[in-house]
């Protein structure tokens, strides 16, 4: 089966193993306590149906299923900001600055202690590439989206197989976010960290297997324009692909600049395009005719469907082929992140610091879909500013680390800069931020009589 017919089939597919992943995740207890989500169940059932194991799939549907997640990525970063409203700057680091100090140090310190180790450990004993580092950051804070999008990076700096391997490591990250953020909420509310949630109250047994009761069901979306003249979704769809166009425009003036970047990827471009709409929109009086939850819902189906993709279709051989440098490497980045949630979090955040941390952590290892959803667990009604806070910092983060224009250019980076230099680089960020967050009164030496709930 070939052309648009096989690509449709292969979709219908990827639909079904989607659903199985849903009521798996609805009948089997050890998913519900560990908040496996659907798309994760998924796409391992695709990878065991796979030529790896039972092999039961025809070619054209791997093929097809490994092009996806590096065309869905362009809708993630599209929407990212379409439909926001941008504050001031003084609002933005009033609420958001000592969310973006801590997340900047979490996310340049998976390049600092992926380096380290790469350059100390991976390369002389295994012999890897040095751009085997940046798989973590790329991996856990960027996602299977963004490692599919770096597809051609990587082979242009002479790593074919870092965009499986990143893939891999994005799956690594999911999972860890969702496990290693539930195991320490539950710490957290035995200790009474939570503002929201106690012993008594515990995580709502409806949220474990994923399906709302009636009495907590909410819209999804809004319509802004009538449907008799457009579909709001299909309205909302041309805003996005408008956006992605826009950044294609921008792709291309990018490769013209030198070889070196002429295997830049659209992704963090299709993210700008989204904020030039939505700027133009504002300066036009449009903007009021978007609705952020429509082009969350874009997001949303975008995410899931890449992620079981990317997932079904990882090329188990090179991971197997670099299986102990790339355990080396995991093992460092999750032990880097529990030490910014356990210990940096408490000292750089001065109010709400589980819900601000455990937010960061979801986000930085799985994601921010991880991050929002380790932040409905503990602050499901948002009663604290920690959604706000960690919008804000989002608007300043996003288009550099986490899928922007440093995670794009970071294999770059490391060839044209060297490894050393690159070490220096990430230190120094990491510096400057700790630096500043100290500056303004955020960070505190010692932790123990910090309250958690000192703003609500």
């Known amino acids: 089966m070939e052309g648009l017919t096989g690509a449709f089939f292969s979709i219908c597919i990827l639909g079904v193993f989607l659903l199985a992943g849903k009521i798996l995740r609805v009948k089997i207890r050890l998913f519900q306590k560990i908040f496996l989500p659907a ?73 600092f202690f992926g380096l380290l180790i790469t350059v100390l ?54 999972i860890i976010a969702v496990v290693g953020g539930i195991f320490y909420i539950n710490i957290a509310i035995r200790k009474g960290y939570c503002v929201n ?9 409806y949220k474990k297997k994923g399906l709302i009761p ?33 950044g294609w425009l921008m792709l291309a003036g990018v490769r013209q600049i030198h070889p070196v970047v002429s295997g830049f990827p659209l992704f963090p471009l299709a993210m700008m395009g989204g904020m030039v709409i939505q700027i133009l929109s504002v300066r036009l009086k449009v903007d009021d005719y978007y609705d952020r939850s429509s082009f969350e819902r874009i997001l949303g189906f975008s995410l899931d469907v890449l992620v079981v993709a990317a997932i079904a279709s990882i090329r188990l051989d090179l991971f197997i082929a670099n299986l102990w440098p790339f355990l080396i490497l995991m093992a460092v980045g999750i032990a880097w992140l529990f030490f910014c949630l356990v210990v940096l979090a408490p000292r750089m955040f001065p109010y709400n610091w589980l819900e601000r941390g455990v937010t960061e952590y979801g986000m930085q290892s799985g994601v921010t879909a991880m991050g929002l959803l380790l932040l409905r667990l503990v602050d499901p009604n948002y009663k604290t500013d920690t959604a706000q806070a960690f919008g804000f910092k989002q608007m300043l983060y996003e288009p550099f680390l ?9 294999p770059f980076i490391v060839i044209n800069l060297g490894v050393w230099w690159s ?34």
């Open 214 to 246: 009636e009495q907590y069901r909410f819209p999804i979306s809004r319509a802004t324009v009538a449907s008799e003249s457009i579909e709001p979704m299909a309205f909302h769809f041309a805003i996005t692909v408008l956006a992605i166009l826009l």
């Open 121 to 174: 450990v991976l390369i002389p004993f295994f012999d890897v590439s040095p751009v085997f580092a940046t798989i973590l950051e790329i991996g856990f804070a960027g996602g299977h989206g963004t490692a599919a999008g770096m597809r051609t990076v990587f082979e242009q700096m002479g790593f074919p197989e870092g965009a499986d391997l990143a893939q891999m490591s994005a799956t690594v990250g999911i």
């Open 402 to 410: 986490g899928g922007g224009l440093i995670t794009a250019t970071a």
């Open 197 to 205: 949630l106690d012993k008594s109250k515990g995580i709502p047994e």
């Open 423 to 456: 070490i220096m680089v990430a230190g120094m960020i990491m510096v400057i931020f700790m630096f500043i967050s100290w500056i303004n009164g955020w960070t505190r030496v010692n932790s123990a009589d910090r309250p958690n709930n000192s703003n609500q």
């Open 39 to 111: 798309s994760i169940i998924g796409g391992f059932l695709g990878l065991f149906c796979g030529p790896y194991m039972i092999d039961i799939l025809p070619p054209f549907i791997l093929e097809t299923w490994r092009e996806i997640p590096g065309i869905l990525i362009n809708f993630v970063f599209a929407t990212l900001f379409l439909g926001v409203a941008v504050p001031g700057i003084r609002t933005l680091w009033a609420q958001g600055g000592s969310q973006l100090c801590f997340g900047m140090i979490a996310g340049t310190g998976q390049y």
